[in-house]
Protein backbone atom coordinates (compact mmCIF):
# COMPACT_ATOMS: atom_id res chain seq x y z
CA UNK A 1 0.00 0.00 0.00
CA UNK A 2 2.79 2.05 0.73
CA UNK A 3 4.63 1.98 -2.63
CA UNK A 4 1.31 2.57 -4.50
CA UNK A 5 1.36 5.67 -2.43
CA UNK A 6 4.74 6.47 -3.35
CA UNK A 7 3.69 6.20 -7.07
CA UNK A 8 0.51 8.61 -6.81
CA UNK A 9 3.16 11.07 -5.03
CA UNK A 10 4.71 11.02 -8.70
CA UNK A 11 1.73 11.55 -11.01
CA UNK A 12 1.10 15.20 -9.88
CA UNK A 13 4.38 16.54 -10.68
CA UNK A 14 4.57 14.29 -13.99
CA UNK A 15 1.46 15.69 -14.93
CA UNK A 16 2.13 19.20 -14.27
CA UNK A 17 5.71 18.55 -16.53
CA UNK A 18 3.85 16.93 -19.14
CA UNK A 19 0.95 19.89 -19.39
CA UNK A 20 3.97 22.52 -19.69
CA UNK A 21 5.83 20.70 -22.02
CA UNK A 22 2.85 20.12 -24.50
CA UNK A 23 1.76 24.19 -23.82
CA UNK A 24 5.32 25.11 -24.86
CA UNK A 25 5.14 22.83 -28.05
CA UNK A 26 1.97 24.42 -29.20
CA UNK A 27 3.19 27.95 -28.42
CA UNK A 28 6.32 26.90 -31.00
CA UNK A 29 4.28 24.88 -33.14
CA UNK A 30 1.64 27.49 -33.88
CA UNK A 31 4.33 29.96 -33.73
CA UNK A 32 6.35 28.51 -36.77
CA UNK A 33 3.34 27.32 -38.95
CA UNK A 34 2.76 31.33 -39.13
CA UNK A 35 5.88 32.06 -40.23
CA UNK A 36 6.66 34.11 -36.75
CA UNK A 37 9.94 31.96 -35.94
CA UNK A 38 13.44 33.34 -37.83
CA UNK A 39 16.21 32.26 -39.20
CA UNK A 40 18.34 34.01 -35.88
CA UNK A 41 17.83 31.65 -33.72
CA UNK A 42 15.47 28.47 -35.07
CA UNK A 43 17.19 28.42 -38.56
CA UNK A 44 20.59 28.55 -37.47
CA UNK A 45 20.14 25.90 -35.32
CA UNK A 46 18.16 23.59 -37.18
CA UNK A 47 20.87 23.90 -39.84
CA UNK A 48 23.70 22.82 -37.90
CA UNK A 49 21.18 19.98 -36.37
CA UNK A 50 20.06 19.02 -39.59
CA UNK A 51 23.99 18.79 -40.39
CA UNK A 52 25.16 16.46 -37.65
CA UNK A 53 21.80 14.26 -38.24
CA UNK A 54 23.74 13.62 -41.44
CA UNK A 55 27.44 13.54 -40.77
CA UNK A 56 28.28 16.74 -42.05
CA UNK A 57 30.08 19.61 -40.54
CA UNK A 58 28.21 22.30 -38.22
CA UNK A 59 28.35 24.96 -41.20
CA UNK A 60 25.24 27.12 -40.85
CA UNK A 61 25.28 29.11 -43.60
CA UNK A 62 22.71 31.29 -42.05
CA UNK A 63 24.88 32.19 -39.36
CA UNK A 64 27.07 35.95 -39.20
CA UNK A 65 29.94 33.53 -39.89
CA UNK A 66 28.13 31.58 -42.87
CA UNK A 67 31.71 30.20 -44.19
CA UNK A 68 32.71 28.40 -41.47
CA UNK A 69 31.53 26.16 -38.34
CA UNK A 70 29.19 27.00 -35.82
CA UNK A 71 31.93 26.42 -33.38
CA UNK A 72 33.72 29.92 -34.76
CA UNK A 73 30.63 31.63 -32.75
CA UNK A 74 29.25 28.95 -29.83
CA UNK A 75 30.67 25.72 -28.27
CA UNK A 76 27.32 24.00 -28.13
CA UNK A 77 28.02 20.04 -27.79
CA UNK A 78 24.50 19.33 -27.39
CA UNK A 79 23.12 19.92 -30.74
CA UNK A 80 25.43 16.66 -32.04
CA UNK A 81 23.95 14.75 -29.09
CA UNK A 82 20.45 15.64 -30.12
CA UNK A 83 20.73 15.45 -33.81
CA UNK A 84 20.14 11.68 -33.65
CA UNK A 85 16.57 12.83 -33.29
CA UNK A 86 16.16 14.18 -36.93
CA UNK A 87 16.25 10.43 -37.91
CA UNK A 88 12.75 10.28 -36.54
CA UNK A 89 11.44 12.94 -37.91
CA UNK A 90 13.72 15.09 -40.10
CA UNK A 91 11.85 18.35 -39.01
CA UNK A 92 13.05 21.90 -37.57
CA UNK A 93 9.73 21.07 -35.41
CA UNK A 94 11.90 18.05 -33.85
CA UNK A 95 14.06 20.83 -32.32
CA UNK A 96 11.01 23.07 -31.60
CA UNK A 97 10.13 19.86 -29.32
CA UNK A 98 13.31 18.79 -27.75
CA UNK A 99 13.58 22.01 -26.14
CA UNK A 100 10.98 21.91 -24.03
CA UNK A 101 11.04 18.25 -23.48
CA UNK A 102 14.60 18.81 -21.92
CA UNK A 103 13.89 21.78 -19.51
CA UNK A 104 10.16 20.22 -18.63
CA UNK A 105 12.01 16.99 -17.91
CA UNK A 106 13.85 19.06 -15.29
CA UNK A 107 10.84 20.08 -13.81
CA UNK A 108 10.99 16.42 -11.96
CA UNK A 109 14.60 17.63 -10.83
CA UNK A 110 13.16 20.27 -8.26
CA UNK A 111 10.82 17.88 -7.06
CA UNK A 112 12.82 15.48 -5.83
CA UNK A 113 15.36 18.00 -4.92
CA UNK A 114 12.39 19.56 -2.37
CA UNK A 115 11.54 16.06 -1.53
CA UNK A 116 15.17 15.36 -0.62
CA UNK A 117 14.99 18.85 1.45
CA UNK A 118 11.94 17.77 3.14
CA UNK A 119 9.79 20.18 1.41
CA UNK A 120 5.54 19.86 1.85
CA UNK A 121 3.78 18.13 -0.92
CA UNK A 122 2.19 21.27 -2.15
CA UNK A 123 5.14 23.66 -2.03
CA UNK A 124 6.72 21.12 -4.23
CA UNK A 125 4.15 21.46 -6.59
CA UNK A 126 4.56 24.87 -6.36
CA UNK A 127 7.96 24.68 -7.29
CA UNK A 128 7.87 23.34 -10.27
CA UNK A 129 4.78 25.71 -11.84
CA UNK A 130 6.93 28.42 -10.45
CA UNK A 131 10.07 27.17 -12.23
CA UNK A 132 8.33 26.36 -15.24
CA UNK A 133 6.42 29.15 -15.79
CA UNK A 134 9.47 31.47 -14.74
CA UNK A 135 9.26 34.54 -17.18
CA UNK A 136 12.90 33.30 -18.36
CA UNK A 137 12.07 30.38 -19.45
CA UNK A 138 8.48 31.25 -21.40
CA UNK A 139 10.42 33.83 -23.42
CA UNK A 140 13.45 31.51 -24.16
CA UNK A 141 11.42 28.62 -25.52
CA UNK A 142 9.18 31.13 -26.85
CA UNK A 143 11.82 33.00 -29.00
CA UNK A 144 12.61 29.42 -30.92
CA UNK A 145 15.30 27.14 -30.16
CA UNK A 146 18.76 27.93 -27.73
CA UNK A 147 21.49 25.83 -26.43
CA UNK A 148 21.31 27.73 -22.89
CA UNK A 149 17.67 26.18 -22.67
CA UNK A 150 19.03 22.62 -22.64
CA UNK A 151 22.04 23.84 -20.56
CA UNK A 152 19.69 25.16 -17.74
CA UNK A 153 17.85 21.76 -17.85
CA UNK A 154 21.47 19.76 -17.16
CA UNK A 155 22.64 22.69 -14.53
CA UNK A 156 19.37 21.55 -12.61
CA UNK A 157 20.20 17.83 -12.45
CA UNK A 158 23.36 18.87 -12.03
CA UNK A 159 22.49 20.23 -8.62
CA UNK A 160 19.92 17.75 -7.82
CA UNK A 161 22.39 14.96 -8.32
CA UNK A 162 25.44 17.05 -6.59
CA UNK A 163 22.84 17.60 -3.41
CA UNK A 164 22.42 13.80 -3.67
CA UNK A 165 25.65 12.95 -3.21
CA UNK A 166 25.66 10.95 -6.77
CA UNK A 167 28.77 11.43 -8.17
CA UNK A 168 28.48 9.60 -11.75
CA UNK A 169 25.18 10.85 -12.65
CA UNK A 170 26.78 14.93 -11.04
CA UNK A 171 29.69 14.29 -13.26
CA UNK A 172 27.51 13.38 -16.57
CA UNK A 173 24.94 16.03 -15.91
CA UNK A 174 28.04 18.87 -14.98
CA UNK A 175 29.83 17.98 -18.46
CA UNK A 176 26.37 17.45 -20.13
CA UNK A 177 25.95 21.80 -18.79
CA UNK A 178 28.98 22.71 -19.20
CA UNK A 179 29.56 21.76 -23.13
CA UNK A 180 26.06 22.84 -23.87
CA UNK A 181 27.05 26.98 -24.15
CA UNK A 182 30.45 27.80 -23.32
CA UNK A 183 29.58 29.84 -21.06
CA UNK A 184 28.22 28.12 -18.43
CA UNK A 185 31.18 26.60 -16.66
CA UNK A 186 31.54 29.99 -14.57
CA UNK A 187 27.62 29.03 -13.09
CA UNK A 188 29.09 25.54 -12.80
CA UNK A 189 32.23 26.72 -11.10
CA UNK A 190 29.86 29.19 -7.94
CA UNK A 191 27.37 26.27 -7.72
CA UNK A 192 30.18 24.02 -6.63
CA UNK A 193 31.53 26.56 -4.61
CA UNK A 194 28.55 26.86 -2.87
CA UNK A 195 27.96 23.42 -2.51
CA UNK A 196 31.69 23.30 -0.92
CA UNK A 197 31.11 26.03 1.79
CA UNK A 198 27.84 23.85 2.91
CA UNK A 199 29.74 20.43 2.69
CA UNK A 200 33.84 21.27 2.98
CA UNK A 201 34.33 17.25 3.45
CA UNK A 202 33.15 16.50 0.03
CA UNK A 203 35.88 16.07 -2.27
CA UNK A 204 33.81 16.39 -6.01
CA UNK A 205 33.30 20.43 -5.60
CA UNK A 206 36.91 20.77 -6.20
CA UNK A 207 37.13 18.46 -9.48
CA UNK A 208 33.70 20.75 -10.77
CA UNK A 209 35.47 24.01 -9.57
CA UNK A 210 39.08 22.81 -10.99
CA UNK A 211 37.57 21.85 -14.45
CA UNK A 212 35.15 24.39 -14.87
CA UNK A 213 38.17 26.92 -14.92
CA UNK A 214 40.03 25.01 -17.40
CA UNK A 215 37.29 24.74 -19.50
CA UNK A 216 36.48 28.16 -19.77
CA UNK A 217 40.19 29.41 -20.12
CA UNK A 218 40.55 27.32 -22.61
CA UNK A 219 37.19 28.04 -24.36
CA UNK A 220 37.51 32.01 -24.53
CA UNK A 221 42.02 31.88 -24.30
CA UNK A 222 42.68 29.20 -26.16
CA UNK A 223 39.86 27.72 -28.28
CA UNK A 224 38.40 30.92 -30.51
CA UNK A 225 41.85 32.86 -30.66
CA UNK A 226 44.34 30.06 -31.57
CA UNK A 227 42.00 27.38 -33.01
CA UNK A 228 39.31 28.84 -34.23
CA UNK A 229 40.68 32.28 -35.30
CA UNK A 230 37.88 34.69 -33.92
CA UNK A 231 37.44 36.79 -31.95
CA UNK A 232 34.53 36.30 -29.74
CA UNK A 233 31.21 37.31 -31.38
CA UNK A 234 29.88 38.23 -28.21
CA UNK A 235 32.78 40.10 -26.03
CA UNK A 236 33.09 43.94 -25.45
CA UNK A 237 34.67 46.13 -27.54
CA UNK A 238 37.78 46.25 -24.97
CA UNK A 239 37.93 42.41 -24.73
CA UNK A 240 35.78 39.52 -22.80
CA UNK A 241 36.94 40.94 -19.72
CA UNK A 242 37.62 44.49 -20.11
CA UNK A 243 34.64 45.51 -17.85
CA UNK A 244 35.13 43.36 -15.08
CA UNK A 245 35.28 46.20 -12.33
CA UNK A 246 32.69 48.22 -13.97
CA UNK A 247 30.28 47.23 -10.96
CA UNK A 248 28.27 50.11 -11.48
CA UNK A 249 27.05 48.11 -14.90
CA UNK A 250 25.47 45.64 -12.87
CA UNK A 251 21.90 47.82 -11.56
CA UNK A 252 22.96 50.90 -14.36
CA UNK A 253 19.84 50.72 -15.97
CA UNK A 254 15.84 50.31 -14.98
CA UNK A 255 15.74 47.27 -16.99
CA UNK A 256 18.80 45.82 -15.31
CA UNK A 257 16.86 46.51 -12.09
CA UNK A 258 13.38 45.11 -13.30
CA UNK A 259 15.03 42.38 -14.05
CA UNK A 260 16.57 41.69 -10.81
CA UNK A 261 13.32 42.90 -9.04
CA UNK A 262 10.72 40.59 -10.98
CA UNK A 263 13.42 37.17 -10.76
CA UNK A 264 13.37 37.48 -6.96
CA UNK A 265 9.40 38.15 -7.23
CA UNK A 266 8.51 35.35 -9.11
CA UNK A 267 9.68 32.91 -6.58
CA UNK A 268 8.40 34.89 -3.78
CA UNK A 269 11.40 36.69 -2.88
CA UNK A 270 12.63 33.45 -1.26
CA UNK A 271 16.06 33.21 -2.55
CA UNK A 272 17.01 36.41 -0.27
CA UNK A 273 16.48 33.98 2.85
CA UNK A 274 19.77 32.32 1.66
CA UNK A 275 22.16 34.54 0.68
CA UNK A 276 25.12 31.87 0.17
CA UNK A 277 22.94 30.65 -2.79
CA UNK A 278 22.20 34.13 -4.49
CA UNK A 279 25.98 33.75 -5.43
CA UNK A 280 25.32 31.75 -8.93
CA UNK A 281 22.49 33.96 -9.16
CA UNK A 282 24.22 36.84 -9.42
CA UNK A 283 26.93 35.36 -11.47
CA UNK A 284 24.39 34.58 -14.02
CA UNK A 285 23.40 37.74 -14.26
CA UNK A 286 27.23 39.89 -13.73
CA UNK A 287 27.86 37.76 -17.02
CA UNK A 288 25.65 39.62 -18.89
CA UNK A 289 25.25 43.03 -16.71
CA UNK A 290 28.72 43.76 -16.58
CA UNK A 291 30.84 41.28 -18.88
CA UNK A 292 28.41 41.19 -21.57
CA UNK A 293 27.34 45.10 -21.23
CA UNK A 294 27.59 45.94 -24.79
CA UNK A 295 25.19 42.83 -25.67
CA UNK A 296 22.04 45.11 -25.91
CA UNK A 297 19.83 41.66 -26.32
CA UNK A 298 20.58 40.23 -23.10
CA UNK A 299 20.12 43.03 -20.67
CA UNK A 300 16.16 42.62 -20.39
CA UNK A 301 13.54 40.30 -19.66
CA UNK A 302 13.55 39.31 -23.33
CA UNK A 303 15.17 36.04 -25.11
CA UNK A 304 16.85 33.55 -24.03
CA UNK A 305 19.16 34.69 -21.43
CA UNK A 306 17.29 34.74 -18.19
CA UNK A 307 16.36 31.20 -18.93
CA UNK A 308 19.41 29.57 -16.94
CA UNK A 309 18.27 31.87 -13.44
CA UNK A 310 15.56 29.54 -13.17
CA UNK A 311 17.64 25.96 -11.65
CA UNK A 312 19.44 29.04 -9.61
CA UNK A 313 16.43 30.79 -8.16
CA UNK A 314 14.68 27.51 -7.61
CA UNK A 315 17.63 25.82 -5.53
CA UNK A 316 17.95 28.93 -3.41
CA UNK A 317 14.06 28.59 -2.63
CA UNK A 318 14.07 25.15 -1.47
CA UNK A 319 16.97 25.79 0.68
CA UNK A 320 15.20 28.56 2.39
CA UNK A 321 12.19 26.58 2.25
CA UNK A 322 13.87 23.73 3.98
CA UNK A 323 15.80 25.92 6.65
CA UNK A 324 13.14 27.47 8.47
CA UNK A 325 10.17 24.95 9.51
CA UNK A 326 7.14 27.80 9.55
CA UNK A 327 7.59 27.93 5.68
CA UNK A 328 7.49 24.17 5.05
CA UNK A 329 3.90 24.59 4.99
CA UNK A 330 0.78 24.35 2.55
CA UNK A 331 0.16 27.69 2.32
CA UNK A 332 3.81 28.95 1.00
CA UNK A 333 2.31 26.76 -1.93
CA UNK A 334 -0.20 29.43 -2.35
CA UNK A 335 1.93 32.24 -1.30
CA UNK A 336 4.09 31.23 -4.43
CA UNK A 337 1.48 30.24 -7.28
CA UNK A 338 0.24 34.04 -6.36
CA UNK A 339 3.49 35.53 -7.00
CA UNK A 340 3.52 32.99 -10.20
CA UNK A 341 0.64 34.46 -11.48
CA UNK A 342 1.01 38.06 -10.38
CA UNK A 343 4.97 37.63 -12.55
CA UNK A 344 2.50 35.87 -15.26
CA UNK A 345 -0.25 38.71 -15.42
CA UNK A 346 2.27 42.00 -15.34
CA UNK A 347 4.74 40.90 -17.80
CA UNK A 348 2.46 39.52 -19.96
CA UNK A 349 4.49 35.79 -20.70
CA UNK A 350 3.93 33.90 -23.47
CA UNK A 351 1.55 31.36 -22.10
CA UNK A 352 -1.15 34.49 -21.86
CA UNK A 353 -1.04 34.29 -26.15
CA UNK A 354 -2.84 31.10 -26.21
CA UNK A 355 -6.03 33.30 -24.89
CA UNK A 356 -5.41 35.61 -28.06
CA UNK A 357 -7.20 35.11 -31.05
CA UNK A 358 -4.38 37.00 -32.77
CA UNK A 359 -1.77 34.24 -31.94
CA UNK A 360 -3.87 31.69 -33.74
CA UNK A 361 -4.63 33.77 -36.59
CA UNK A 362 -2.66 32.48 -39.75
CA UNK A 363 -2.04 35.39 -42.26
CA UNK A 364 -3.60 35.10 -45.42
CA UNK A 365 0.04 34.98 -47.36
CA UNK A 366 1.10 32.27 -45.70
CA UNK A 367 -0.28 29.61 -47.94
CA UNK A 368 1.12 31.73 -50.78
CA UNK A 369 4.40 31.09 -49.07
CA UNK A 370 3.92 27.29 -48.87
CA UNK A 371 3.21 26.72 -52.35
CA UNK A 372 5.92 28.28 -53.66
CA UNK A 373 8.13 26.53 -50.94
CA UNK A 374 6.06 23.36 -52.17
CA UNK A 375 6.43 23.21 -55.64
CA UNK A 376 9.03 25.76 -56.93
CA UNK A 377 11.59 25.45 -54.59
CA UNK A 378 13.79 21.57 -54.47
CA UNK A 379 15.69 20.37 -51.63
CA UNK A 380 19.35 21.16 -53.70
CA UNK A 381 18.22 24.24 -54.46
CA UNK A 382 20.44 27.57 -53.14
CA UNK A 383 18.00 30.29 -51.60
CA UNK A 384 18.86 33.35 -49.94
CA UNK A 385 15.39 34.58 -48.07
CA UNK A 386 14.17 37.08 -45.66
CA UNK A 387 14.27 36.42 -42.09
CA UNK A 388 10.91 34.37 -41.44
CA UNK A 389 11.17 32.46 -44.05
CA UNK A 390 14.73 31.37 -43.78
CA UNK A 391 13.42 28.71 -40.74
CA UNK A 392 11.73 27.33 -43.14
CA UNK A 393 14.30 26.54 -45.96
CA UNK A 394 17.17 25.66 -43.48
CA UNK A 395 17.52 22.01 -44.46
CA UNK A 396 19.75 22.56 -47.36
CA UNK A 397 23.37 22.95 -48.00
CA UNK A 398 23.40 26.91 -48.90
CA UNK A 399 20.19 28.87 -47.61
CA UNK A 400 21.42 32.36 -46.48
CA UNK A 401 19.65 35.36 -44.45
CA UNK A 402 18.99 38.62 -46.14
CA UNK A 403 20.34 41.87 -44.89
CA UNK A 404 18.89 45.22 -45.64
CA UNK A 405 20.85 48.14 -46.25
CA UNK A 406 21.55 51.63 -47.88
CA UNK A 407 24.29 51.73 -50.24
CA UNK A 408 25.82 54.66 -52.39
CA UNK A 409 26.10 55.00 -55.67
CA UNK A 410 28.34 56.77 -57.96
CA UNK A 411 27.28 56.20 -61.02
CA UNK A 412 24.29 53.67 -62.37
CA UNK A 413 22.19 54.05 -59.42
CA UNK A 414 18.63 51.97 -59.83
CA UNK A 415 17.00 54.26 -57.92
CA UNK A 416 18.11 57.86 -59.22
CA UNK A 417 19.71 58.84 -56.13
CA UNK A 418 23.08 58.54 -54.54
CA UNK A 419 21.56 56.42 -51.48
CA UNK A 420 19.25 53.60 -52.01
CA UNK A 421 17.80 50.62 -50.58
CA UNK A 422 19.63 47.89 -50.81
CA UNK A 423 20.54 44.08 -50.20
CA UNK A 424 23.48 42.16 -49.02
CA UNK A 425 23.57 38.18 -48.87
CA UNK A 426 26.82 35.87 -48.70
CA UNK A 427 27.91 33.84 -51.98
CA UNK A 428 25.88 32.83 -54.79
CA UNK A 429 22.48 31.73 -54.35
CA UNK A 430 20.02 30.24 -57.35
CA UNK A 431 17.03 32.34 -55.92
CA UNK A 432 15.99 34.86 -53.47
CA UNK A 433 12.63 34.40 -51.97
CA UNK A 434 10.66 37.11 -49.86
CA UNK A 435 7.03 38.11 -49.48
CA UNK A 436 6.20 41.65 -48.90
CA UNK A 437 2.87 41.26 -47.15
CA UNK A 438 1.69 44.23 -44.20
CA UNK A 439 1.30 41.22 -42.35
CA UNK A 440 5.43 41.12 -41.62
CA UNK A 441 7.25 43.92 -39.85
CA UNK A 442 11.28 44.58 -38.39
CA UNK A 443 11.67 41.50 -36.94
CA UNK A 444 10.49 39.64 -40.00
CA UNK A 445 11.96 41.68 -42.98
CA UNK A 446 14.80 43.02 -40.58
CA UNK A 447 13.84 46.99 -41.86
CA UNK A 448 11.21 49.06 -42.82
CA UNK A 449 8.11 47.51 -45.17
CA UNK A 450 8.32 50.41 -47.13
CA UNK A 451 12.40 50.39 -47.36
CA UNK A 452 11.98 46.59 -48.12
CA UNK A 453 10.15 46.48 -51.04
CA UNK A 454 11.95 49.71 -52.47
CA UNK A 455 15.45 47.46 -51.82
CA UNK A 456 13.81 44.92 -54.29
CA UNK A 457 12.59 47.25 -56.92
CA UNK A 458 15.91 48.30 -56.70
CA UNK A 459 17.40 45.15 -57.23
CA UNK A 460 15.17 44.25 -60.38
CA UNK A 461 15.66 47.70 -62.12
CA UNK A 462 19.39 47.02 -61.46
CA UNK A 463 19.01 43.33 -62.80
CA UNK A 464 20.54 41.83 -60.25
CA UNK A 465 17.43 39.69 -59.64
CA UNK A 466 14.24 38.21 -61.98
CA UNK A 467 10.87 37.87 -61.10
CA UNK A 468 10.57 33.84 -61.55
CA UNK A 469 7.23 33.19 -59.72
CA UNK A 470 4.86 35.43 -58.13
CA UNK A 471 1.88 34.34 -55.80
CA UNK A 472 0.00 36.80 -53.87
CA UNK A 473 2.55 38.80 -52.45
CA UNK A 474 4.96 35.92 -52.64
CA UNK A 475 7.93 36.18 -54.83
CA UNK A 476 10.25 33.45 -56.08
CA UNK A 477 13.21 35.69 -57.93
CA UNK A 478 16.25 33.94 -59.64
CA UNK A 479 19.49 35.87 -58.74
CA UNK A 480 21.81 36.68 -61.74
CA UNK A 481 24.55 38.10 -59.33
CA UNK A 482 25.52 38.76 -56.08
CA UNK A 483 24.53 42.58 -55.20
CA UNK A 484 28.02 43.39 -54.16
CA UNK A 485 29.34 42.96 -57.59
CA UNK A 486 26.96 45.63 -59.19
CA UNK A 487 28.59 48.56 -60.10
Request: hydrophobic share 45%; charged share 15%; net charge positive.
Amino acid sequence: MSKLFGIKSYIAPLLICFLFFFGYVVLSFVRHDNYQSFGYDLGINDQVVWRYAHFQNPITTIDPYPNQTKFAEHVEIVYALISPAYWIWDSRKMLLLLEPLFFCSSGLAVYLLAKKKRINFWVRLAFIIGYLGFYGVQNAIWSDVHSASFAASFVMWFVYFLEEKKKWFSILFFFLAITAKENIGLLTFLIAGVYWVKNKKAKLPYFFMSVSVIYVAFIFYIFFPYIMHVKYLYQNNGGIFSNLFHLQSFVDTTEKRQVIFYSLLSFGFLPLLSPLYLIPIIGDLFTYFVIASQLPGAQGFFGQYRITLSPLLIWASIISVGRYKWLNKWYIAVYLLLFTAFAQYSLHLPFSYLTKQSFWYQPPTVSDINYIRTNYIKPSDSLVAQNNIVSHLSHRDKIYSLYPEKRNFNKNSPCGQTSCDWFRWYDSPEYLFVDTSSDWDIRHLLTDRVNFISGLKNLEKAKVITKYKEVGYAILYKVNENPDNYK
